[in-house]
């Protein structure tokens, strides 16, 4: 859900309802405002009001970077916008042409950008992998594509395609073709 409050708008992350024995009940929430991209907790009171923003998310694809703004194409109407590269926040390391993204429009302002969940991209550098070490745990530094950095197995090596999860930079897998 988003909602307005002073010309902020504020998606609630997580929430819970809490009755305490003593007092009116509220809602301990998580907010994340939608333009700063700062998280914070806050208690609502049920006799707050605020009104509900109406968000629809669109699938675009990326086009290219346009300096600190990235152009993107909706994929139904082929309209191309521009958004601010700041949206993505360190997720623009993984960002490639043609990539796939989820833009929440406030009416035509988007108010916030994200990437699927995984992606697969190859990997460009590395130091060279050695057969037979995946008992250890042991893990090494690999550069993929678009210039993001990830922990990978010791096997790993340069032109493997992986599967990374876009929110830990994790590595998940290699990439089954």
């Known amino acids: 859900m988003v909602f ?18 003593k ?6 929430t998580k907010l994340k ?10 208690k609502l009171r049920p006799d707050q009001k605020y009104e509900e923003v109406r968000v629809e998310n669109r699938r675009m694809d990326y086009l290219y970077a346009d300096g600190d703004l990235l152009v993107v194409m909706d994929k139904e109407t082929y309209d191309q916008i ?17 990539e796939e993204l989820t833009v929440a429009m ?9 990437m699927p969940l995984t992606v697969v991209r190859e990997v460009t550098f590395c130091e060279p992998g050695v ?4 008992a250890t745990g042991a893990t090494k530094q690999a550069t993929v ?24 930079y994790s590595y998940l897998e290699r990439a089954k073709d």
């Open 145 to 168: 594509e678009g210039g993001a950095t990830v922990n990978v197995p010791l096997f790993i090596n340069i032109g493997d395609r992986l599967k990374i999860d876009t929110r830990t």
């Open 33 to 42: 405002n939608l333009r700063s991209g700062a998280i914070f907790e806050e």
């Open 23 to 28: 007092g009116p009940a509220f809602v301990r």
């Open 106 to 114: 406030n009416g035509e302002e988007p108010i916030s950008v994200e």
């Open 82 to 98: 521009s958004i601010p590269a700041e949206m993505l926040g360190k997720q623009i390391d993984l960002l490639v042409e043609n």
């Open 131 to 134: 057969k037979g070490d995946t």
């Open 4 to 21: 307005q409050r002073d010309n902020d708008l504020l998606q609630v992350v997580e929430f819970q309802h809490v009755k305490p024995g």
